[in-house]
């Protein structure tokens, strides 16, 4: 077994109206160093990627419902089957949206409580890292972090069975919180379920979160905490076989 | 399709699931209150959709709008579709909508 020794590749999603896909591009080739590809939804195929992101935006203007349209796009059927083989792939904001519409994450995104659009930096609170090693190995239980909010529908919801079997199984990854990570209505910026703000599959490989980490990941622009989810996946890609060797 | 086959219309509701939380039905509720319609108890929001399309028989129509509903037009997690569909002669010879 060869390890990735060299740099990650990344390969960022762009349907039309997706708007996050250069910010992630951005921090993962010119603040990280690392490979990165922007794919155009009518692609087939992932290439060599170590991992996939599914950017935030709005694919297809939101119509019909967020990530409705983008779920069917030639490129999901690539992300699918990644995922399938247990590549990492993580969706913020809208990419959560297309996750959950395409089934790979439960639940389902709708309008903000108070129906307002919030863009602000929220505390999060980490919980189950060790659900998801890939994406929060470098995080840990009660770790409070802040990222930005960028959106009009982030409020999660699913069925309650679905909600108990998500807490039981430890696949809440982050929550909304206050500073000192209590978890109430307050600290909720859009009514989410048990201020639900990200979730994981039961392999854990794939992440979704309405915050934006690609948002915060310079000290420039107000903080770094968007750079442990990165660091989190570079660590993990050093201890896998190389994309290639995966798919033998 | 065959060459028998005939013009649709049809009616898809969409609806939020009992349960689901409506904020948006709930904000239209309390402003048709604040307009003077004070017994309004509760305001639903939904999405309605008008499909012209072709099908052989009633049948076949049902059959492809219960696949368009279940594989696309609503969300099982938060939503129901219901729908209805009549003959629609009017479809490519005028405004087939009011």
Known sequence: ?248 | MGVTAMRWMAEVHVALRPGIADPEGQTIGAALRSLGHGSVAEVRSGKLMRIAFEADDHAAAEAEVAEMCRRFLANPVMEVASWEIRADEQIGDGPALP
């Open chain 1, 1 to 248: 077994m060869t390890v990735i020794a060299g740099r990650p590749r990344v390969a960022v999603a762009v349907f039309p109206g997706t708007w996050s896909d250069r910010d992630f591009a951005h921090v993962a080739g010119s603040v990280l160093g690392w490979e990165t590809r922007l794919l155009w939804h009518t692609e087939t195929d992932v290439g060599d990627a170590d991992a996939v992101v599914l950017p935030g935006g709005f694919a297809h203007g939101d119509h019909l419902r967020t990530g409705a349209i983008a779920r069917f796009s030639p490129i999901m059927r690539a992300v699918e089957a990644f995922a399938e083989a247990g590549g990492p792939v993580i969706g913020s904001c809208n990419g959560f949206q297309v996750l959950t519409e395409a089934g790979m994450l439960p639940g389902a995104l709708m309008r903000n409580d108070h129906l307002e659009f919030r863009c602000d930096w929220q505390t999060l609170r980490v919980e189950h890292s060790s659900a998801s090693p890939a994406w929060l190995g470098d995080l840990s239980d009660g770790d409070l972090i802040r990222l930005p909010i960028s959106h009009g529908e982030g409020r999660y919801v699913a069925a309650d069975e679905t909600l108990d079997a998500l807490e039981a199984s430890g696949r809440v990854v982050l929550r909304y919180s206050d500073d000192d990570g209590r978890i109430n209505a307050t600290a909720n910026p859009n009514g989410s379920e048990r201020g639900i703000a990200g979730v994981v599959n039961e392999r854990g490989n794939v992440l979704g979160l309405m915050p934006h980490p690609e948002r915060a990941a310079e000290p420039e622009v107000g903080g770094t905490d968007g750079l442990r989810i990165f660091r989190s996946l570079e660590r993990w890609l050093h201890h896998q076989p190389a994309a290639a060797e995966r798919r033998l």
